[in-house]
């Protein structure tokens, strides 16, 4: 018998798989928070870059008051974020003054947990990611090692990748991810040992899976029956499908098989309940559980990336190239060297498939990311890259330009964009178009939010001896005292 602990991923991966990252609300996440908040589930996988950035895109909402509602409407759970430690919401590399920015204000809002998972399976930058983390005050530092398909994905490489991992102290344990939905009950029973062999001092404590070809569910008891204990799963509406594994239906198979599971059913039924009624008010599609698809094995495009495709093919009125996208999308994975179809590389494979349906010529353009792949700029392929593709790619503008990591410093963020804005609006403007935030900012904002950014300088800069502002008939003058001085220094 194991002692099961569950992790939801209903507001993250269960709102990016079905609702193209767009349908979870502030509103939602304060509706569902409170029930969440009393199901007793290890960890609720909050959010990451993508979301934050639909955030302010689509929905006009400051992501960082979506994750303090979360805190404040969960006080005693433990609220996770997503990161490839690559890219915090742009698709290009994000320079590591950026990074140590967006951890600390992660944590600042009520973020603990962080899984780190690299898709290429950089180690050593997963690695260098999580002493970040750790400096920054994160609790608990996951490490993914991303489950896929392909001929160079074998037993020998998940061993070495896994060995890479052992002997970081900023590491508290590691996760098998399987975006794409493909581990088997069968392929986890011999992939686990391989795994645990060579992690010697840490464990694969976790497991995360999509129901895409309606396996997952069995995969998950069969990782209980293995001593697994963390396993993620999602709620209704936003459970099963492209997502995950029903939680309510988990926990009856779970104690079925003897595993002990202890969560409160009443509390996660009443959050399911709450967002099944979101979805109908919004006719947001509803998870179902699916068949299975054989030929999924061969494409393993993430029902994220499947369902967001979907969307923009109908938005330029081309809904019916939606199967001859997924198919070309094989054949540039193997081109490219059999890279993990998971964010962001499932996007770059997909768009670049996309141009050569659309085009009708198969690389006649390339897009950016790609070329960047090709470069090395995420790290070495796993596999053999098609020589033709690459020469094209090298002879780009794209290819011949520079990642200078040291480009970017908070200083010249401020310089730009000013010293009254809060440091959470100023990673935005940094790595978001002007306009989309200027948007969020005048549907969010109010008279009194001025006044708290000054306060916010005020407390972080000792060298501020006093302000005073106005807002309508009131005035405020604030002068620091010796004694502040004092706390201060």
């Not at 061993?159 to 900023?170: F, I, P, R, S, Y």
């Not at 059913?265 to 998870?287: C, F, H, I, N, W």
Request: with cysteine.
């Amino acid at each position: 018998m194991t002692r099961v602990q569950l992790i939801d991923v209903s507001l993250r991966d269960g709102n990016q798989s079905l609702w193209s990252a767009t349908g979870v609300t502030t509103r939602m996440v304060s509706g569902a928070g409170e029930h969440l908040g009393r199901a007793g589930y290890r960890c609720v996988e909050l959010t990451n870059s993508t979301q934050m950035a639909v955030a302010v895109r689509f929905q006009r909402e400051d992501p960082w008051e979506r994750i303090r509602v979360a805190r404040e409407r969960m006080p005693d759970t433990t609220l996770g974020f997503l990161t490839t430690g690559k890219r915090f919401i742009t698709f290009y590399r994000t320079p590591d003054a950026l990074f140590e920015l967006a951890f600390k204000l992660l944590r600042r809002n009520g973020i603990t947990r962080l899984w780190v998972v690299d898709p290429m399976h950089d180690m050593e930058g997963a690695k260098r990611i999580a002493r970040m983390a750790k400096r920054h005050g994160f609790e608990d530092v996951v490490a993914g090692i991303c489950y896929t398909i392909s001929p160079v994905h074998t037993d020998e490489y998940y061993a070495a990748k896994a060995a890479e991992l052992a002997g970081c102290d900023a590491i508290d344990s590691v996760y098998l991810k399987d975006p794409a939905g493909v581990l088997t009950p069968d392929r986890l029973t011999t992939l686990l040992p391989v795994l645990s062999g060579a992690l010697t001092d840490l464990s694969v404590d976790e497991i995360h899976t999509h129901s895409t070809t309606g396996i997952a569910p069995q995969t998950l008891l069969r990782a209980a029956d293995l001593g697994v204990r963390n396993l993620h799963c999602a709620l209704p509406p936003l459970a099963d499908g492209s997502s995950h594994p029903s939680a309510l239906q988990l926990v009856r198979n779970l104690r079925a098989r003897g595993h002990d599971v202890d969560v409160d059913l009443d509390a996660m039924r009443e959050a399911s309940d709450y967002l099944t009624r979101q979805a109908r008010l919004k006719r947001l599609p509803v998870g179902t559980p699916a068949e299975y698809d054989e030929d999924y094995y061969r494409h393993t495009v993430p029902g994220g990336v499947q369902s967001t495709l979907r969307r923009q093919l109908a938005e330029i009125g081309r809904s019916e190239l939606f199967d001859a996208v997924v198919e070309e999308s094989v054949a540039v994975r193997e081109d490219i060297g059999w890279p993990i179809a998971m964010t962001p590389f499932a996007q770059y494979i997909v768009t670049q498939a996309t141009l050569n349906v659309v085009s009708g010529e198969r690389y006649s353009m390339l897009c950016n990311e790609i070329v960047d792949m090709l470069r090395g700029d995420f790290g070495p392929l796993p596999g053999a890259v098609d020589q033709n593709l690459l020469d094209r790619a090298m002879q780009t503008a794209r290819a011949k330009q520079r990642f200078d990591d040291e480009a970017v410093t908070i200083e010249d963020l401020r310089s730009r964009f000013g010293s009254r804005c809060s440091e959470e609006e100023l990673m935005l403007r940094a790595v978001m178009p002007a306009e989309q935030v200027d948007a969020m900012v005048a549907a969010t904002s109010s008279p009194w939010d001025d006044m708290r950014g000054l306060l916010r300088q005020f407390a972080e800069n000792p060298r501020m001896t006093s302000f005073s502002a106005s807002v309508g008939d009131l005035s405020v003058a604030v002068r620091r005292t010796a004694s502040m001085k004092e706390e201060t220094r």
